[in-house]
């Protein structure tokens, strides 16, 4: 009798349990969607407007009836979207060759050479680095004013290195310092220079952060705003970003569903990039953060 | 023996003295030729320099506007500002000074000169280092083993010369010119090369501090930009902490696809993000209000960042589209980190007893937030200068009436932006800048005081 009672109880508390879990897993489940929902709409809310026909943001719906492609067209014949197209690229090949080249160079020298005036180097640089990209901009954007030099995309690419250069240093220099000492040691034994040593041995082992810097400095320049818009003035010198926020603030009405195409065609091939290499990417934001 | 005699007379610091009026004289007298030839050629390359560069045989009335060189014109600009203006003349209109123009070259010329002073503090402490080397018995060393060994340590200089030419030019010159604006009269009322710019001392500092529009909107600006910092960082941090834990949960079907979803906000480029919500949020033609007249929530359609009467709702949307923004971020950052728990510690809290809160409360959380805590500063950095969202969303909108050129939403950052570009004040835009760097430098510094990155130099 006792006996039996226990097992009923067990069950009972058993199916308590059971019934609680699904309640979980369910509510679980609802918060879930209800973000995801929250998430994608804007997304597909501006993949329809790509599509949809007529030119003003009130004709925009998420899924239109009659989809067409003539807003990339326009975009395209149109607009002087496929020029800006062309210069953000330029300038982003740039920015993140400059920027590999130097951070690896100058990351490798602050982690594993000694020499006077190290220390002070690389708290000039701690420094800099905490004075935000944007205020420096303004600077230079009054210098190359006054000295006539606005206007250039390479001088674009070389202020956009230069503004990412600190940090990229310091996490350049973080992540050779981890590396293992022993295979360059053994290098410079055996007898091989500082820049044998540097190409045919660091350079291989600091491949994933280089990437790292690759990525984030071939995509920084499609996104920025502050200094295009500080240092590029002419209509044919206009970058993505510049582009589409003119599209939108300027010509509202007429011009939305062009505007969604561009961002369209902006974002799919970066947001590809990113959940591609998401692991990577965060790993490596986190590391920088940890660095300082 | 003589010699030996007289070389211990010589006290150290007189080479240094030597060097220190004539540059290379120490290493002269210390005998050491090679070295004496290379401070002495730095010395004079840069007389050379300066007179090659000026216009020293021209008159007889020396001026240094007229007649000075890249040294001596370059501080003069740099302490003048400029003396001419442009001027309109019976043969047409004058070449006058450009003040930021000199102001530029002079900083050049100050930064030169601090090299040479480099130099020259390097010739005295070898002069003296040397000598004392000499009188306690030590040596003589030849130059050139000197060199040769400055040359096998100069690897490091040489390889970083590239990235320390840009950074010099491209962020230490306009971090100084920057700070030097902050200090002059360069507006749009003054603007070179048809006025002259002039020194202020600390009037545009007293203009903020004590003209009431102006510390009306500084002051009104930054508590926003402090509160703005706050809720964004707290609340992207909450809702990415709540999905990775939720995505962690065994009960989950597909948590890939789920965490694929959540991370589209942060892959997608914020730029594009934030001009989508700006439409949606449009007021006579976006979506959300059209949406809310629909439903017969509202009567009328809201001006979520236009009407002024409503500041504290444009800061609310303002605030939920960054944490549409900024959640993934974190969710992704703390998945990494949930997943590196030893799953021992929950068996060891489920066996005494612990319910899933307490787990959540006393084996999550600390955990989590250890490892996160130095990235929450940073995030707290970066949403304080966030221009990004505030101006592609709002651009800074609804406006006020109370502020100068200044929104509601608008940030120190987006404010900076406004008050530089959109109106010309460089002036009072450097001295924001520097305020705003004060305050990110001290937080920064704080927060590098207590990681191991500064110990480890």
């Known amino acids: 009798m006792n006996e039996q009672r226990q097992a009923l109880a067990r069950d009972r508390a058993a199916a308590r349990e059971h019934r609680r879990g699904i309640l979980a897993t369910v509510f679980i489940h609802l918060e879930l969607a209800a973000v995801a929902v929250i998430v994608i709409f804007p997304l597909v809310w501006v993949v329809g407007a790509s599509l949809s026909p007529g030119g003003g943001l009130a004709s925009a719906t998420p899924i239109p009836a009659d989809a067409t492609f003539d807003n990339y067209i326009d975009l395209f014949t149109g607009t002087d979207y496929g020029r800006w197209y062309l210069n953000s690229l330029y300038v982003a090949v740039l920015n993140m060759a400059g920027s590999v080249v130097l951070a690896a160079l100058c990351g490798y020298v602050f982690s594993r050479v000694r020499f006077r005036g190290r220390k002070a180097g690389l708290l000039s640089i701690l420094i800099l680095q905490m004075f935000p990209t944007f205020l420096t901009a303004i600077a230079v954007y009054m210098l190359f004013l006054n000295f006539g030099l606005l206007d250039s995309l390479t001088g674009l690419g070389l202020v956009s290195i230069a503004a990412a250069l600190p940090y990229n240093i310091w996490l350049m220099k973080g992540y050779t310092d981890n590396l293992p000492t022993g295979l360059d040691e053994a290098a410079a034994i055996d007898g091989a220079g500082r820049i044998t040593i540097f190409r045919k041995i660091m350079l291989p082992l600091m491949r994933p952060m280089l990437t790292f810097v690759a990525i984030t400095q071939f995509t920084m320049p499609w996104m920025d705003f502050i200094l295009p818009r500080l240092l590029l003035q002419s209509p044919g010198k206009q970058t993505v970003a510049l582009g589409l926020f003119q599209m939108i603030t300027d010509q509202y009405q007429n011009d939305f569903t062009a505007f969604a195409a561009g961002a369209v065609v902006l974002a799919v091939p970066i947001t590809v990039l990113y959940i591609v290499l998401q692991r990577y990417l965060v790993t490596g934001a986190a590391a920088g953060a940890e660095k300082g | ?457």
């Open chain 2, 1 to 457: 023996m003589s010699t030996t005699a007289q070389r211990a007379t010589l006290p150290a610091p007189a080479p240094g003295i030597a060097s220190a009026l004539v540059w290379g004289a120490g290493q002269l007298i210390n005998r050491q030729a090679g070295k004496a030839a290379f401070f002495f050629a730095c010395f004079a390359g840069a007389i050379v320099w300066e007179i090659t560069s000026g216009n020293y045989y021209a008159g007889m009335d020396f001026t240094a506007r007229s007649n000075g060189g890249f040294f001596v014109k370059g501080l003069w600009g740099l302490i003048t500002l400029g003396t001419r203006p442009r001027q309109m003349t019976l043969t047409g209109l004058t070449e006058g000074d450009n003040s930021i123009v000199l102001m530029a070259n002079g900083l050049i010329a100050l930064l030169t000169l601090a090299l040479l002073a480099v130099v020259w503090i390097w010739s005295v402490r070898d002069a003296v280092r040397y000598r004392a080397h000499l009188n306690a018995g030590g040596r003589r060393e030849r130059s050139r083993d000197y060199f040769r060994q400055l040359w096998d340590g100069a690897f490091a200089y040489i390889a970083l010369s590239p990235g320390l030419v840009l950074i010099v030019f491209m962020s230490v010159l306009p971090v100084l010119f920057g700070v030097l604006v902050a200090f002059t009269d360069y507006n749009r009322d003054n603007l070179p090369p048809k006025n002259l710019v002039s020194w202020v001392g600390l009037d545009n500092f007293a203009t903020i501090l004590s003209v009431p529009a102006w510390t009306g909107t500084f002051m009104g600006v930054l508590i926003w930009t402090v509160v703005w910092a706050v809720f964004a960082t707290a609340s992207t941090y909450a809702l990415g902490f709540l999905q990775a834990v939720l995505l962690a949960n065994r009960r989950v079907r597909f948590p890939r696809v789920w965490r694929s979803v959540f991370l589209l906000p942060w892959a997608v480029p914020a730029i594009v993000s934030a001009l989508v919500f700006r439409s949606m949020f449009n007021g006579q033609f976006g979506p959300i209000s059209q949406f809310l007249v629909d439903i017969g929530l509202t009567d009328e359609r809201v001006y979520w960042f236009t009407d002024p009467s409503m500041p504290n709702l444009a800061r609310g949307v303002a605030l939920l589209v960054n944490l549409w923004l900024g959640f993934p971020f974190f969710m992704a950052l703390i998945g990494g980190v949930l997943t590196n728990i030893p799953p021992e510690y929950y068996e060891a809290a489920r066996i005494d007893g612990a319910g899933p809160v307490q787990q959540l409360r006393y084996i999550t959380l600390p955990i989590v937030h250890k490892t996160v805590a130095p990235l929450l500063i940073l995030a707290f950095v970066s949403n304080f200068n966030n221009f990004g969202v505030v101006y592609f969303l709002t651009e800074g909108g609804p406006d006020s009436a109370d502020y100068r050129f200044a929104g509601s939403t608008d940030l120190l950052i987006t404010w900076l932006f406004k008050l530089t570009l959109d109106n010309r004040l460089y002036n009072i835009g450097a001295v924001m800048s520097l305020v705003i760097f004060i305050i990110v430098g001290t937080i920064s510094v704080w927060n590098l005081n207590r990681s191991k990155a500064i110990r480890e130099l």
